[in-house]
């Protein structure tokens, strides 16, 4: 196995492969999907529609879509917003955001036909039968000159999901996805664990997996295999070998708990597949213990300023990383409900601008953001003073640290 570094740790090490008598029982599909999360089940799905016999295995009880939207870089909504993105503009942005590392052919690919993908996903959604889906773009973005931030994240409300009272979000745009599936025919066996591909003559044909009862099933796939099973967040080990700074974060959100285990990437590197170049890319946000974090004086536990706030989401969220702390505060006086929408042109964006509606949204919800001070000051992950040595003894920071920190900001300022 060339592909396999030999510093990575024991979860790199390939198992025996499992025999055809070791199975309990056997499925014969055309297309195999593995993960039932937005990639796979839009797979699934296309793949159906194209005629082809298709299995799907997941691991949770149903398919399951965690966030509340998706990107892409052009759709007849948006244009009917007038909206409309350069899609070469769209990948020389995403090719320098990456240093250079990624692979231009797929992000190519993505520019080129993520409008037709997201077109296509809007007729299904709207649907006589899956009526009532409200779309809208994430209306937070960053407006300033430094940095670049475009209008492309679908969101979806109000539809089947929300009204059966469930969560919402991507769910809306995958309900209507995995009843098309049924009606086609496809099946889906859920409660059910990818262990291992199957490979025969070199050749990927199908998966060993466990179902919920213990039993050891495999699954052959005559056209091809798909893996989309989630990312390595809940992996310590493989996150140290691939993205050590995901392990130095404060928390780690995924719902359920322990989904993202990186068992399709360990599977498809015993098989023989190769990883890019790592680290791995991090998709991180700075509002572990509070949202709104603004444009202001940022400072470390201790009290000391540690970088320029000016910048978007995950330059906040990596700069928080940098410091070697878990979290850092935000320090913002009385006034900020005077101050923050007069920084909204310079810069903005998640938890900076607080409005997630592109369509009927407000470029800063003061009664919302001061119905969330109120509450993280009565949990205590805010504090408040009246001068800036009260204040750092109530942050638990070097007082005089933070006092020169803070008449030296504010002499910048002036």
């Not at 039932?36 to 298709?54: P, R």
Request: proline share 5%.
């Amino acid at each position: 196995m060339s592909n396999i570094n030999p510093r990575w740790g024991s979860w790199a090490t390939p198992p025996e492969p499992f025999k055809p008598e070791d199975f309990e029982e056997k499925y014969e599909t055309e297309v195999l999907v593995i993960g039932a999360g937005i990639a796979g089940l839009s797979c699934a799905y296309s793949a159906a529609e194209k005629g082809c016999k298709v299995t799907v295995i997941e691991k949770l009880p149903s398919y399951h879509g965690f966030a509340h939207n998706v990107g892409v870089v052009n759709s007849k909504f948006m244009r009917s917003l007038g909206i409309v993105n350069d899609p070469d503009e769209v990948a020389r942005e995403w090719i320098k955001r990456c240093g250079n590392r990624c692979d231009e052919r797929l992000v190519r690919l993505f520019v080129d036909y993520s409008e037709e993908a997201m077109d296509w996903a809007i007729d299904n959604v709207m649907k006589p039968e899956y009526g009532g889906v409200r779309i809208n773009l994430q209306g937070a973005a960053y407006k300033g000159e430094t940095y670049k931030e475009l209008y492309t994240a679908h969101c979806f409300y109000d539809g089947p999901v929300a009204r059966s009272g469930k969560f919402g979000g991507l769910n809306e745009l995958m309900e209507p996805m995995y009843r098309e599936s049924l009606k086609l025919g496809s099946r889906f066996l859920f409660n059910t664990t990818m262990l291992q591909l199957i490979k025969e003559n070199g050749r990927v044909i199908g998966a060993a997996a466990r179902t919920q009862e213990g039993k050891l099933i495999a699954v052959y796939a005559s056209q091809g295999v798909l893996v989309a099973t989630g990312g390595i967040g809940g992996n310590e080990e493989m996150c140290e070998d691939l993205c050590p700074i995901a392990n130095r974060v404060a928390v780690k959100a995924n719902f359920p708990k322990g989904i993202d285990l990186g068992e399709g990437h360990k599977a498809c590197l015993w098989a023989g597949a190769a990883f890019e170049d790592g680290p791995f890319p991090t998709m991180m946000h700075p509002q572990a213990i509070r949202h709104s974090n603004y444009c202001f004086l940022f400072v470390t536990p201790k009290g000391k300023r540690y970088m320029n706030e000016d910048n978007y989401l995950q330059g906040r969220s990596l700069g928080i990383v940098k410091t070697g702390y878990k979290w850092c505060w935000t320090i913002f006086d009385s006034d900020w409900a005077k101050k923050v929408p007069e920084t909204l042109k310079y810069g903005g964006g998640i938890y900076w601008g607080e409005s997630f509606d592109y369509v009927g949204g407000k470029p800063f919800d003061e009664e919302d953001t001061r119905k969330k001070i109120e509450a993280s000051l009565k949990s205590g992950s805010s504090v408040m003073a009246d001068t800036p040595r009260e204040l750092a003894e109530k942050m638990g920071g070097d007082p005089d640290v933070f006092e020169e920190t803070f008449n030296n900001y504010n002499e910048y300022c002036r």
